[in-house]
């Protein structure tokens, strides 16, 4: 039962570039809505998040755009790096129960 | 700050054997939630404990089972073991009661080979 989705599922970017990286849910009661970041042999960290009352949250390079009536959120990594280089996770949470999207492989070539 | 530690990292087994795995919070988290991360499926909730009672449960069959001590530390046990249990599976502790107000903060994962 995938109630986040998440596209696409590979990205590749140029150094300096823009990384966009799209979410969609269904579940309305969802009331939070975090980014992860994965390195390889490593669990998921939180990179950034949201809250629906919200249309946008900038922390550093990295923004969330939040469309409630849509049911949709994105990230943006500006300025892409190398170390960028990473899956990423969008998630949206209910009541202690966290649901994942699929994941995004992003390339950052240099 | 510790962070969440899962022991242990790597497992090998077979078929038919059981598992269990463990989970340490960050100290003062009192929600642990466990994941099973495959490349065909994703990070798939397995279940959430908070103070020692199971508060949700994913989809997963009977086979799969957790718990919490009074120290929050948690366990998850694989019964029967397949094949396709193959998996890194992941815990992650929060510091708040809904784990909304401050993210999930998740170990590095035990690797489960089944053979």
């Known amino acids: 039962q995938q109630q986040v989705k998440q596209s696409p599922q590979s990205l590749i970017v140029q150094k300096g570039g823009i990384s966009i990286i799209n979410c969609a849910y269904e579940n309305t009661a969802f009331d939070y809505f975090p980014w992860y970041q994965q390195f390889p042999g490593k669990g998921p960290a939180l990179l950034i998040a949201?809250?629906?009352?919200?249309s946008e949250k900038k922390e550093g390079r990295f923004t969330i755009s939040f469309n409630k009536s849509a049911k949709q959120f994105s990230l943006h990594i500006m300025d892409s790096q190398p170390g960028d280089s990473a899956t990423y996770f969008c998630?949206?949470?209910?009541?202690?129960?966290?649901?994942f999207g699929a994941g995004t492989r992003l390339t950052v070539k240099p | 700050k510790a962070g969440v530690t899962q022991t242990p990292r790597y497992l090998i087994k077979t078929r038919g054997q059981q598992v269990t795995l463990s989970c340490s919070p960050i100290?003062?988290?009192?929600?642990v939630s466990w994941y099973q991360q495959t490349p065909g499926q994703g990070l798939q909730f397995l279940f959430e404990y908070f103070s020692e009672t199971q508060r949700n449960k994913g989809n997963f069959p009977g086979r799969f089972s957790g718990r919490q001590f009074s120290n929050s530390r948690s366990e998850m046990n694989v019964s029967t073991l397949e094949l396709g249990d193959s998996a890194l599976y992941l815990c992650a502790s929060s510091g708040s009661g809904t784990g909304n107000l401050y993210g999930y903060t998740f170990g590095s994962g035990t690797r489960l080979t089944v053979v």
């Open positions: 100290s003062g988290h009192r929600s």
């Open positions: 949201i809250r629906p009352d919200v």
């Open positions: 998630a949206a949470t209910y009541n202690n129960d966290m649901r």
